[in-house]
């Protein structure tokens, strides 16, 4: 299939952030626990128009993409996650960028995770 | 624009919450905050303490918890002058009309009642005149879910709308009793985004009217009275003795 005109795609918003936690939380179990959280607070409607996914997750550090009008709601919904694999963790949002390759300049790149 | 600076005034930390107020003050640091206040109930005993470091400072603060209002002006009494943020544990009708009618109080925190949002047009009046915040503590809304969780947003709608006709100062904190439980100034305007308020209000809940509570409870060095201060003239070291006569004649101000 055609890929759309690029005034006819979604815009997006990438969110980086680090995970800050006591243990090596892996990409399988944050997902879960994510989409859990996310669904609890805004529903399954509000998450298709958040447009909400998970770019990349390593080294408790990744990228959720999401639509440019939702920021804000992502930004919130995200941060309901207390728990994963029954462990304390602490999302923390560093930076909103247009791109990936901004997001990944500005804010992930050569930054050390909060350590407890 | 210059950047807000950033507080969260309701920070519990040993022996109510699970670590030292050290910890709690390096996370919330490297999340972006310029304080904190560590609030522990007053049911635990445990003395208010408060330190700086790097830029960084930890208010002394405390949270009163009681269930009969005379004793709680008594408590009031006891911890003003120690500490730099005095906080009260609501949740009761009695509690709450008690706490927005003390000109010592700082912030009212768990304002809602097992009937109601805890705040109507005669408690908010009430605040609004005796300039005591309102708290929207948002760990029910981090934390919770289900049912609770839905009935502390419905809660939290209403009460901003209340503050806003009524001018009632509000705040937003973690009410943190782990450091896991600590969210950043962003994340935190969003969170009260879900409740109805705007993000102007957000930022000062949690910047201005935290710094303006701090301000308050710290006078300056000549405060005697609300509108009267004592200014000093620098003086001179090397004519001692003539200086000190004419800045003791140079007196009040208003």
């Given amino acids: 299939m055609k890929i759309l005109p690029p005034t006819l795609r979604d815009k997006k918003r990438y969110l980086a952030f680090e995970l800050i936690c006591e243990h090596e939380i892996t990409r399988e179990d944050f997902l879960r626990e994510m989409f859990l959280c996310v669904g609890s607070l805004i529903g399954d409607v509000g998450s298709s128009e958040c447009g909400i996914r998970l770019l990349t997750f390593e080294d408790s550090k990744g990228i959720i993409r999401c639509a440019h009008t939702k920021t804000e709601l992502t930004r919130a919904a995200v941060t309901t996650i207390t728990h994963i694999s029954g462990k304390r963790v602490l999302v923390h949002i560093l930076g909103v960028s247009g791109t990936i390759a901004g997001a990944t300049e500005k804010y992930l790149e050569g930054i050390e995770v909060f350590t407890l | 624009m210059v950047k807000p600076k950033f507080y969260d005034l309701n920070v519990h930390s040993i022996p109510d919450g699970k670590n030292t107020p050290q910890q709690m003050a390096a996370l919330a640091k490297?999340?972006?905050?310029?304080?904190?206040?560590?609030?522990?109930?007053?049911?635990?005993?445990?003395?208010?303490?408060?330190?700086?470091?790097?830029?960084?400072?930890?208010?002394?603060?405390?949270?009163?918890?009681?269930?009969?209002?005379?004793?709680?002006?008594?408590?009031?009494?006891?911890?003003?002058?120690?500490?730099?943020?005095?906080?009260?544990?609501?949740g009761n009708e009695s509690i709450n009309r008690a706490a927005v009618e003390n000109r010592n109080v700082d912030i009212l925190a768990h304002l809602p009642t097992p009937k109601d949002s805890g705040l109507n047009h005669i408690l908010a009046k009430s605040?609004?005149?005796?300039?005591?915040?309102?708290?929207?503590?948002?760990?029910?809304?981090?934390?919770?879910?289900?049912?609770?969780?839905?009935h502390t947003l419905s809660h939290f709608r209403k009460n901003v709308e209340i503050a806003r006709k009524f001018d009632v100062p509000m705040i937003l904190t973690s009410n943190a009793v782990s450091y896991f439980d600590l969210r950043a100034p962003r994340e935190m305007i969003a969170l009260a985004g879900l409740f109805g308020m705007e993000k102007n209000e957000a930022i000062s809940a949690i910047s201005t009217v935290p710094a303006g509570i701090i301000a308050g409870n710290r006078p300056k060095p000549g405060f005697i009275r609300e509108g009267v201060e004592e200014i000093v003239e620098k003086v001179d070291i090397v004519n001692t003795s003539e200086d000190i006569s004419e800045s003791e004649e140079a007196g009040w101000s208003n």
Wanted: glycine share 12%; aromatic share 10%; no cysteine.
């Fill in chain 2, 30 to 90: 490297h999340l972006g905050y310029t304080g904190i206040a560590i609030t522990n109930h007053s049911s635990t005993e445990s003395k208010p303490t408060g330190f700086e470091s790097n830029g960084f400072e930890t208010f002394r603060g405390i949270e009163i918890v009681s269930n009969n209002p005379s004793k709680l002006h008594g408590l009031i009494g006891k911890y003003r002058q120690n500490v730099d943020v005095l906080t009260i544990h609501g």
């Fill in chain 2, 127 to 150: 605040a609004s005149a005796n300039n005591v915040a309102i708290e929207f503590n948002l760990d029910f809304i981090f934390k919770g879910h289900g049912g609770r969780r839905v």
